[in-house]
């Protein structure tokens, strides 16, 4: 041999956390969706195994979002029926699981009753066989009253109910606990919040394997590296060991996305930046790509194009590879 | 294995004499070790120190430079393997594809016209890959003298016919550009071509133990200007090899592999492609080619490597520029905080959730907070004045009340006094300045 | 089984305890404060009482050191009552606010190094000469005459003299035949005859000198007799600059842009200074006259205003100090009230954070002499820590804030009478009992009752590890307050002043980030040299904080690394000990000239390591919990 690989021996691995539960388990599900669990850095298979390959969800809204014109020809006939919207992410466009977003309990939007919002959650999960992933509006008040309610209406379902941040971790953990789900911590782009909101979490008596983190990832040229450093950060120190930071991890990839310039911009306005609906497309795209190599394990994205290529990514980089010794 | 500050401070003089620049032997150690000086700064180290030290603090991985003048591509010298380490020092370069027998000329133009301006910065396209395909020795020499004539951008020659690439080569070889690419076959005779026109050489291996021997090889030949393409173009395996070449190089000081790494993207969707080259620029490509050269598919792929290549150290900042949260008015508080990006998104987000719509004023200190800044003079009544006159805050608003950090309540006075504003001391905290808000201006 | 007397003296206090009971116990009984940082354990070392009379069964004599044991010192909370006994205890062991700034007793003789590798030399000391008389042949002058009756005195060559005392000379070498006492002040490789007299009369003269420690908080003295080496006297008081501000940056401000501050802060300290010394004099019956030479210790900032030097730059990235080394000067020129013509010389600093003071400290502690791998942590404002051995020595501030030492805490204040040093909290009442300082009725929180407060409100889950009260337990202690949420450690009809005694959120938001500082500082440090934490070997705690401070507190809250609590050490005031030592050693003083170059300064500011220790060091004990076992296995 002309060379010898270099194999780094980790002591650790990511924890895997099961996402839905089956009707023997307790749920409704038509089938569960294991995360985490790998023994190496992203994708590297020759040192390591990486028992569950990452997964993409699409964004169901329980109101009609105002999202740019570009994705309306994909999901405009269902804005305003959640559980038809979520029906078609899963089967026309392939996600593996759906995200629910309870955008309208947000006050300043429709200002849902938890108990509206218990209902949408419920007819999501009668619409769908995957696992599903229920986010409350953001505003930190009214989710601690919305997503408990959730919680407590769907008992059993394991579902991955977020976000939770030092603020109102107490209430949705405790509701977690009780109602059997998973739970999504957020920190602010600081991986020290991170670990801190994991013990917090945990010295609360929700196992670790419930938790999923939320580091915070802007998008492609938002501050992408930031995010994408703490996450090889917390990837490290997972495999080296520290418990507090082995929890897989959930980006928020098509939220951010969206946000930006460049997947809005038009091409008439913006010709030097090319065409808008496959610059969008890319942009997320890209996004998602980065986070993979940075350890991601879910990825919520917009665009089913853009979830289709991240797929198709996904599927490559989780081809074994090897070097002899 | 790079030695530690205290490991090299062993073998120094430990005079503390200063001839270095540094005001101790240790400090000198510790920036060596770093690799923030070299070990010629101190003359009186002794001839077996120079010699253990001088390979423990040779750079791991060589810089290779392609092309000339302003175009010149730096590839390779990195020294980390996560950016967060330290940082990473030269982009992956992106090359776009052209094959001889296309129009160059147009095609040419199509690249040279990828460049892109966002958030201040501007980006392009490093260099154009001229491919053989015709296998003609005129076509293709004729094709880089188009290349040449046509674009300042550095070149990469893809054409393992060593008579082909020997015209094409001698042709624009004071482009100084890449030779792609030595292999099992050809080595001897492609390496001395790249010897004798002085052109940075690509390896291309059949895997990694034959990169590893081929490499050998060539470097017995006494040539090191090298690129090294292991050969393989599946996602995962690319991957692996351009991970063990990175690791082997960085931390086993893996001579053979001590040089930047080249793949190809292998998708024939542009789409797919620039998600998988996304990969190889994360994953220490020091050049990745593409096909893809359409601006959107260009744009998210260059963004993506400004981003990685930022400086992890410099502290996070935003655009000291004044930001309106909410549907403000004239008559909306102006709140003043500093552009370290920590400070001013928890203050960003206290305001947001004040739902009282106002403006925040980010003054520029050099990314530092609040307190930090005003102990080290970068917050002061003068910076606020020029942060409000910056950002036309007298037009913005029709009131002359901002709001300071309850922290630096101690520039109350200097700040009434340099900008002509009532100040009106905030919280300490921001948590604080929900409750403020709604007593303030509710 | 009968009750048994102990006679305290010199408070002639006696009380009646069971046999078994410690001597730390019976003193509490009668009213007795002991200092004891280590609460009984028989690890700090510091209770030392004298059995004067009696007998005591002695558990444990800890590390007490050979000499004390010797003088029958013994560890009360490690001696046991069994008959009647006579005990004695000594000043160094009471707990009084004099402690707050001097605390001498800490060292042993032999730990301040004047026995082991520091010869005896003061720099001015008195010198007894006779000088062959000049004859037609041998008709070398009077000046050059002494100077060579001199030189083989002391180890000079550049020997001077100034004018005034020279024209004195011809009849002060004639008055007694030849035979004269000199005063000689000598540093580093110049001499300097300060005075003469006519004959052999070292005895009758009187030298003394002052060693000066400037804190940016207080000021402490040491009056020493020039000839024995001995302390004739100490004090100390609060830096009157106080008035213009808490810490060193304020300062800096006050003088660099107030008109005249510069002048204002510098009278400040020198009247500060003045009173004490005049005190000092006064008390011991000197005459100010006889004080010639004064070591002064300071940080950075400190010196730089005692001696009139604009701090400006300090402040300002890249943040350059005027002067590292300043020269010697007069008292005149400062205006002390002493010899006009004493030197004053200042220890030199390392950088614009890491001064004289630290230098002194590192200096006292033979820090540069050892073998092993020493940590010198000054917890004070500052926060200037050293790591190193004689090979290496690296330094760092990590600016930790006047948290420690009461500042920016509601109720905040230095370790006097009233302070409250420990807290007790029923988990389940969430009552508190205090104890005090002095145990007289509350006034206010020390350093290290914060640190207690901390750890006890931790533990009963009062706080959350982020340091969050946490707001939904019921006890009417927990409340708003002007300040956001508190908590009510000591109602008003318990306290010195009448008002409820609270901690704040922000309060404790403030101890974390000291304690935060602190622990990054550390961990940077050791990171620069790529070192950890076990690899330190002993750590010496300075400060006129430091000495009260429970080592298990500061563990438990993760202010000091999970290192075994015997590796720690306090040495009190070092910083005033280190100028003590120079004063009288001029080798001493050689070497700290030399510590100032030796020492590699760490720019904590310059790259992110130290804010993102510093972030991950906010949590209780730390965000890597796997970093303090002896702490996490306690669940
Ligand atoms: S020049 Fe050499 S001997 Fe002198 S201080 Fe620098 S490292 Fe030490």
């Known amino acids: 041999m002309a060379f010898s690989a270099m194999k780094e021996k980790y002591s650790s691995q990511v924890h895997t956390v099961v996402l839905g539960a089956t009707k023997e388990e307790g749920g409704t599900r038509d089938y569960t969706i294991t995360v985490g669990g790998e023994g190496a850095l992203p994708f590297l298979h020759f040192e390591g195994e990486v028992p569950h390959r990452p997964v993409v969800a699409l964004e169901v809204w329980d109101v009609v979002p105002e999202w740019h014109e570009s994705l309306a020809p994909y999901f405009g006939d269902v804005y305003n029926d959640p559980a038809a919207w979520a029906k078609k992410c899963v089967m026309e466009y392939n996600a593996d699981l759906v995200v629910l977003r309870l955008k309208g309990a947000d006050p300043d939007v429709a200002d849902a009753s938890p108990e509206d919002c218990a209902k949408v959650v419920k007819d999501v999960l009668a619409a769908v066989g ?84 939320d580091p915070t990832t802007a998008a492609l040229g938002y501050g992408l590296e930031y995010g994408y450093s703490i996450m090889e950060r917390a990837r490290i120190g997972a495999l080296q060991g520290d418990k507090m930071l082995a929890m897989p991890i959930i980006c928020n990839v098509g939220h951010e996305v969206w946000r930006s310039k460049e997947a809005n911009a038009s091409s008439e306005d913006y010709p030097a930046w090319g065409d808008q609906a496959n610059r969008s497309i890319l942009w997320e795209a890209t996004t998602a790509a980065a986070l993979l190599q940075a350890g991601a394990n879910i990825l919520i994205m917009r665009h089913p194009k853009a979830l289709a290529l991240v797929k198709q990514n996904i599927e490559e980089l989780m081809v074994p590879t090897s070097f002899d010794d | ?25 240790l400090a000198f150690a510790m920036a060596l070790a770093s690799g923030k000086t070299s070990l010629d700064k101190c003359p009186h180290i002794s001839e077996e120190a120079k010699e253990t030290l001088g390979a423990a603090s040779a750079p791991p991985i060589a810089l290779v430079k392609v092309g000339t003048g302003d175009s010149v591509v730096e590839l390779g010298d990195e ?50 890959a001229l491919q053989c395909v015709s296998g003609n020795v005129d076509t293709f020499k004729a094709a880089a003298e188009q290349v040449a004539a046509n674009t300042n951008k550095a070149m990469v020659l893809i054409c393992e016919d060593v008579a082909v690439m020997e015209a094409a080569a001698t042709a624009v070889a004071d482009r100084k550009p890449l030779l792609y690419a030595a292999t099992n076959d050809n080595y001897e005779a492609m390496t001395a071509l790249a010897q004798k026109l002085e052109c940075p050489l690509a390896v291309k291996g059949n895997g990694l133990d034959n990169l590893a021997e081929l490499v050998d090889k060539i470097t017995k030949l006494g040539y090191k200007e090298l690129v090294l393409d292991s050969g393989n173009r599946e996602t995962s395996q690319v991957l692996a090899d351009l991970t063990q070449i990175r690791r082997l190089a960085v931390r086993k000081r893996f001579r053979t592999f001590g040089y930047p790494a080249m793949t190809f993207t292998s998708k024939d969707d542009p789409h797919e492609e620039v998600v998988q080259a996304s990969v190889y620029v994360a994953k220490y490509a020091g050049l990745v080619v593409v096909k893809a050269s359409k601006k959107e598919e260009i744009l998210p792929l260059l963004t993506w490597r400004q981003n990685l290549y930022t400086d992890p150290q410099k502290p996070i900042q935003v655009e000291a520029k004044a930001v309106a949260i909410g549907d403000v008015t004239p008559d909306s508080p102006v709140y003043i905080t500093t552009n370290f990006s920590l400070t001013y998104y928890i203050v960003e987000g206290e305001v947001e959730s004040s739902k009282i719509p106002a403006y925040i004023v980010p003054v520029n200190t050099d990314g530092i907070s609040v307190l930090t800044a005003w102990a080290a003079g970068k917050l002061t009544g003068e910076a606020i004045a020029k942060a409000l006159e910056e950002n036309d805050m007298e037009s913005k608003v029709n009131h002359k009340t901002l709001v300071l950090p309850g922290y630096v309540a101690v520039l109350s006075g200097s700040t009434e006094e340099a900008t002509g504003w009532k100040v009106l001391v905030g919280p300490r905290e921001a948590a604080g300045i929900t409750k403020f808000a709604r007593e303030n201006f509710a | 089984m009968d009750k048994v007397t102990v006679l305290f003296t010199p408070d002639n206090v006696a009380v009646q305890v069971e046999p078994g009971t410690s001597l730390l116990q019976a003193a509490g009984l009668a009213g007795i404060s002991l200092v004891s940082s280590c609460g009984g354990d028989g690890t700090c070392g510091r209770c030392l009482v004298k059995v004067e009379d009696g007998h005591v069964r002695v558990a444990e004599t800890g590390n007490l050191s ?59 000391r008195v010198v007894e000469l006779t000088l062959s008389p000049p004859t037609l042949a041998e008709n070398v002058a009077d000046w050059e005459r002494l100077q060579t009756a001199l030189r083989n005195v002391i180890d000079c060559s550049d020997i001077r003299i100034s004018l005034p005392v020279l024209r004195r000379l011809p009849e002060l070498l004639r008055t007694d035949d030849w035979r004269v006492t000199v005063i000689v002040a000598q540093m580093n490789d110049c001499a300097e005859v300060v005075d003469i007299a006519a004959g052999h009369v070292q005895k009758e003269l009187n030298l003394y000198g002052l060693a000066i420690d400037i804190g940016t908080t207080t000021v402490a003295i040491n009056l020493i007799d020039l000839k024995s080496g001995l302390p004739v006297g100490q004090k100390g008081s609060y830096n009157r600059q106080a008035s213009f501000g808490d810490d060193v940056i304020s300062r ?95 220890f030199p600093s390392v950088a614009s954070y890491v001064g004289g003071d630290i230098v ?27 790591l190193g051995n004689k090979d290496w020595l690296v330094t760092a501030a990590c600016s930790a804030g006047p948290a420690f030492e009461g500042g920016g805490i509601t109720f905040g204040m230095r370790a006097m009478k009233g302070a409250i040093d420990k807290i007790k909290v029923d988990p389940a009442t969430f009552d508190v009992q205090v104890s005090t300082v002095g145990r007289c009725k509350a006034q206010g929180i020390c350093g290290s009752g914060l640190i207690n407060c901390l750890a006890t409100l931790r533990a009963v889950g009062i706080i959350d590890r982020t340091g969050k009260l946490q707001t939904d337990l019921s006890t009417p202690r927990l409340r708003q307050g002007d300040d956001g949420w508190e908590f009510v450690l000591v109602y008003g009809n318990d306290t010195a002043h009448g008002r409820d005694i609270v901690i704040t959120e922000h309060d404790i938001k403030n101890l974390m980030r000291a304690k935060a500082a602190v622990y990054a500082g550390i961990r940077s440090m050791l990171q620069a040299v790529q070192l950890t934490e076990d690899m330190i070997d002993c750590v010496l705690i300075a400060g006129g904080f430091g000495n009260c401070l429970n080592i ?5 809250i993760g202010l000091l690394p999970d290192l075994p609590t015997e590796k720690y050490r ?31 300064y760490l720019e904590l500011s310059a790259g992110n390591e130290f804010m993102d220790e510093f972030m991950s060091a906010l949590f209780l004990p730390h965000t890597d919990m796997t970093r303090f076992p002896s702490v996490t296995n306690l669940k």
């Not at chain 3, 003088?71 to 006994?85: I, K, P, R, T, Y």
């Not at chain 3, 019956?285 to 730089?304: E, K, Q």
């Not at chain 3, 002194?360 to 917890?379: C, H, K, P, Y």
């Not at chain 3, 005031?573 to 280190?578: I, R, T």
Request: with cysteine; proline share 4%; glycine share 6%.
């Open chain 3, 552 to 556: 298990r507190d500061a563990i438990t």
């Open chain 3, 570 to 600: 306090f040495i009190g005031n070092s910083s005033l000990k280190g100028a003590r030592l120079a004063l009288i050693s001029q080798q001493a003083w050689q070497e700290a000239q030399l510590l100032g170059s030796k020492m590699t």
């Open chain 2, 79 to 128: 020294t980390e393997l996560f950016r967060h380490d330290k940082r990473f020092y030269h982009p992956t370069a992106i090359a776009v594809l052209v094959e001889d027998t296309e129009n160059i000329a147009d095609r040419v133009a199509e690249i040279n016209d990828l460049n892109f301006d966002r958030v201040g910065l501007h980006y392009e396209i490093d260099m154009v």
């Open chain 3, 360 to 386: 002194a400290g590192t200096l006292v502690t033979n820090l540069a002499q050892e073998e092993r791998i020493i940590l010198l942590i000054d917890i004070g404002t500052n926060g200037e820590m050293v």
């Open chain 2, 1 to 25: 294995m790079a030695l530690t500050g205290l490991e090299i401070f062993k073998q120094l003089p430990k005079t503390n004499c200063k001839d270095c620049g540094h005001p101790t032997c």
């Open chain 1, 130 to 213: 995957c696992p599903l992933i229920v986010l409350g509006c953001g505003n930190p008040e009214k989710d601690s009253k919305v997503l408990p309610a959730v919680a407590e209406a769907t008992s059993g379902e394991k579902l991955l109910i977020g976000v939770a941040d030092q603020e109102n971790y107490k209430s949705i953990t405790a509701a977690c606990i009780v109602h059997n789900h998973n739970i999504i911590a957020g920190s602010p782009i600081d991986i020290n919040i991170c670990k801190q909101l994991n013990i917090l979490i945990t010295e609360m008596n929700l196992p670790a394997d419930r938790i999923v983190i």
């Open chain 3, 66 to 124: 050979k000499k004390a044991k010797q003088s029958g010192l013994v560890l009360a909370c490690q001696s046991f009552v069994e008959s009647n006994v006579v005990i004695g205890i000594p000043s160094m062991s009471r707990l009084t606010e004099h402690q707050v700034l001097l605390d001498e007793n800490q060292l042993m003789e032999e730990d301040i190094g004047t026995d082991e590798g520091f010869f005896f030399r003061p720099l001015c």
């Open chain 3, 252 to 346: 800096i401000i006050h003088a660099s842009e107030a008109s005249g501050g510069l002048p204002e802060l510098q009278s400040a300290v020198i009247s500060t200074i003045n009173d004490l010394v005049a005190e000092l004099l006064q008390l011991s019956n000197i005459d100010a006259h006889d004080v010639r030479m004064v070591t002064v210790a300071g940080n950075t900032t400190m010196t730089h205003l005692f001696l009139g030097l604009s701090p400006k730059y300090i402040r300002l990235e890249p943040y350059i100090p005027l002067a590292a080394s300043t020269p010697a000067v007069r008292a005149s020129e400062l205006g002390l009230n002493i010899n006009p013509a004493a030197y004053v010389v200042c």
